[in-house]
């Protein structure tokens, strides 16, 4: 089937770098039928932007999705989603340097193989790699956020808080149907509360900590769209 795979990719700041993670990216991916969405929104700087629009159109099966209308991290990764949900799968992959696009394979592999409706990346599987640098802050909210979201989610994710991850159409058509509370990086727990329903797998690849910093805020926001979710789901099991 032509155009398989779509991959939507976010950018914020990262400058010229675009050029060399793209690079890479071109490396791993089936440069005649893959489709690579670069996604821009109103906090991406004009650098970044240039750079992207440069390397498109250069590159034919790269193109520039702009949402400048949308107001937060899950509406554009969300209406990037909806964009693209007619190609079979859609990664969703960060343009920072933190995800690895040798890992791309594997993921592939784990789908023609097995025929999963998602395959996610873990940073916490064995042979996966946290890169954390000199601040333990990220890794241990992602190591124990994982830990807390499992036990009140019942999940059954190694690393329920990475946002590396391919899905179905299928799978992309139940998140754009459901309810998202969250505004900021929440977005990856309530995709893996939906993905957890389908037939889905890991694989562990290595994750390199970008330098962005967390707010306390989003913590907070993050541990109360928690309990809206939680209440949400059970909710739906007592009426079930």
């Known amino acids: 089937m032509k155009n398989d795979f779509a991959y939507t990719i976010s950018f914020c700041n990262e400058g010229k770098n675009v050029n060399k993670f793209l690079k890479k990216l071109k490396k791993n991916i089936n440069n005649k039928t893959d489709q690579v969405f670069c996604i821009v929104d109103s906090k991406t700087d004009q650098s970044t932007t240039q750079h992207l629009n440069n390397f498109c159109k250069e590159n034919k099966n790269f193109k520039i999705l702009g949402f400048f209308k949308t107001r937060n991290f899950s509406e554009t990764k969300l209406s990037a989603l909806k964009a693209c949900q007619k190609f079979q799968f859609i990664f969703d992959i960060d343009g920072n340097m933190a ?19 998602a395959v996610c990346g873990s940073r916490f599987l064995k042979s996966g790699k946290y890169i954390y640098g000199s601040s333990y802050q990220r890794f241990l909210l992602s190591y124990y956020g994982t830990k807390l979201v499992n036990f009140m989610l019942k999940l059954n994710f190694t690393d329920s808080t990475g946002g590396y991850i391919c899905i179905s159409s299928k799978v992309v058509k139940k998140i754009l149907k459901n309810k998202i509370y969250s505004k900021a990086h929440f977005y990856h727990v309530e995709l893996k509360n939906i993905i957890n329903d389908f037939k889905f797998c890991e ?28 209440k949400s789901k059970k909710a739906k099991l007592s009426y079930d």
């Open 99 to 117: 995800h690895d696009t040798k890992s791309i394979k594997k993921f592939k592999k784990k789908i023609f193989q097995n025929r999963y409706d």
């Open 203 to 230: 694989v562990p690849i290595v994750y390199k900590k970008s330098l962005s910093k967390i707010k306390y805020s989003t913590i907070l926001l993050a541990i109360l769209n928690l309990f809206k979710l939680y």
